[in-house]
């Protein structure tokens, strides 16, 4: 730009009260309105990734009380996409049904993301119960909300789950907490 072109857009934001200077002000404190209402975001986003990898829980059940409050074993993989692949001490015995058929259970398949609450994660996975002659007798449908500890090798959190029919209609649900530990990479020589 030459002298006398650099001249006149002084000339003229001076005439009319420096509003290119108060555009420019203004811009700059939008952009940095919107850097600093992102943050929170940005970092529950990428706090979140730590997930990604397997991990060993343990399930704890406080209900219903009508049955054995036996501690359920499970092994998870998160991936950085947000699904997950479960699989638990449940699945590995067939169990009687209340007719006295024998169901077996599916690993769980399921999702994973931060939860509405920053810091916390939301985990739900399905599984599937099937009768002996492979016909669907219900889905389990896990949901977890915890969080992770500060080192983010730890997670502890609530979890429900109800089994749902082939019919779409809820035949039993349960909750209690959760704990589980990162299976980390060993040290090699």
Request: charge should be neutral.
């Amino acid at each position: 730009m030459d002298e006398l072109a650099s001249y006149v857009l002084i000339e003229n934001d001076l005439a009319y009260g420096g509003v290119m200077k108060r555009r420019i002000l203004l811009a700059g404190i939008c952009c940095g309105v919107a850097l600093s209402t992102s943050q929170p975001l940005l970092a529950q986003t990428q706090n979140s990734t730590l997930l990604a990898g397997s991990w060993q829980f343990t399930m704890i059940p406080v209900s219903p009380t009508a049955v054995a409050l036996v501690p359920v074993e499970a092994l998870a993989t998160f991936t950085k996409d947000g699904s997950t692949v479960e699989t638990d001490s449940t699945e590995v015995v067939p169990a009687t049904g209340s007719a006295g058929n024998t169901i077996y259970t599916t690993p769980g398949h399921g999702i994973w993301q931060p939860a509405p609450a920053v810091g916390n994660l939301f985990i739900r996975f399905t599984s599937l119960l099937v009768n002996h002659n492979g016909t669907l007798h219900a889905r389990k449908i896990v949901t977890i909300l915890g969080a992770l500890d500060s080192t983010g090798n730890n997670f502890k959190g609530s979890y429900g789950f109800e089994l749902v029919g082939p019919a779409g209609r809820t035949i039993a649900s349960g909750s209690g907490t959760v704990k589980g530990q990162r299976i980390l990479h060993p040290l090699l020589p």
